[in-house]
């Protein structure tokens, strides 16, 4: 999710009453373990029969650093993400996108020119990091 989404996102959280901090993203895991937290709240792009949930890359860093620290980790999608046809999160393609978008900015390299960079857009977050799904349904509650 890039930086505009998210500073929206807090506007309207804020806006709704709904106590939020934005920060960056290399700073979940810090402060998960030095201040209470009670949920890590996502979305999602799609989401496999057994729970399994396909998000932008940097989702499964949560969840895994949401267990660790033990804060409750939330899945917030809408019922139409929600894909029966695939049985689990390891039949989901992840998109990978050129690696210039790392590389380069505006076609000026950032680095030596023969680095080399991986860029996936989506990671996926086993269910067994997944405390709760969600919908405009109802809630999905696991025991993890």
């Known amino acids: 999710m890039d930086a505009g989404v998210k500073v929206n996102c807090v ?14 993203d290399g700073a979940a895991a810090h402060l998960m373990k030095t201040k209470k937290i009670d949920w890590v709240i996502v979305g999602s792009d799609r989401i496999a029969a057994n729970g399994d949930v396909a998000n932008k890359i940097g989702t499964y860093s949560l969840a895994v650093n949401a267990r660790y ?14 894909d029966n046809s695939t049985l689990n999160g390891d039949l989901i393609p992840i998109e990978e996108r ?3 978008e790392l590389l380069e900015f505006y076609g000026q390299s950032l680095t030596v020119d ?3 960079a991986w860029n996936p ?5 086993p269910v067994s990091l997944v ?3 969600v919908t405009e349904t109802g809630c999905k509650y696991f025991s993890n």
């Open 98 to 100: 050129s690696s210039n």
């Open 121 to 125: 857009v989506f990671d996926i977050v």
């Open 69 to 82: 620290h033990g804060v409750k980790f939330m899945v917030v999608a809408p019922t139409s993400t929600i």
């Open 11 to 24: 506007g309207k959280l804020i806006k709704d009453g709904i106590p939020t901090t934005l920060l960056a």
């Open 114 to 116: 023969s680095a080399e």
């Open 131 to 133: 405390d709760v799904i």
